[in-house]
């Protein structure tokens, strides 16, 4: 089992940064492919990033060249960097993990284990 608890969320004017982080329990965090997902209110869950355990990452379009994923994994720590931020970019931002490394990473079926979320409010 591994247990994740999101931070870092907040409300922030367009153009500002915030960054997020997700803590996992468990002491194999490093085996683990950690995502960031994010929901807006009425729209489906959608990919945002996910860091594999090499740190190979991927991002979606959207936020290609303003957000950045990095993980931790003496701290058990994956975090995403988001600036020049939206107000498109509000809400809630959700982390994940997937050992079965095999998966889509932007497929959020593919995850295990998520956090409860921390929400995102960009005002324009």
């Known amino acids: 089992q591994v247990q994740l608890v999101e931070s870092g969320g907040g409300l922030v004017q367009a153009g500002g940064s915030l960054r997020l982080s997700c803590v996992a329990s468990g002491r194999t965090f490093g085996d683990y492919a950690m995502g960031w997902f994010r929901q807006a209110p009425g729209k489906e869950r959608e990919f945002v990033a996910a860091?594999?355990?090499?740190?190979?990452?991927n991002y979606a379009d959207s936020v290609k060249g303003r957000f950045t994923i990095s993980r931790d994994n003496a701290k058990n720590t994956v975090y995403l960097q988001m600036n020049s931020l939206k107000p498109e970019d509000t809400a809630v931002y959700y982390c994940?993990?997937?050992?079965?490394?095999?998966?889509?990473?932007?497929?959020?079926?593919?995850?295990?284990?998520w956090g409860q979320g921390t929400q995102v409010t960009v005002s324009s």
């Open positions: 994940a993990a997937v050992s079965k490394l095999y998966r889509l990473m932007n497929d959020y079926r593919s995850y295990d284990y």
């Open positions: 860091i594999r355990p090499s740190e190979l990452t």
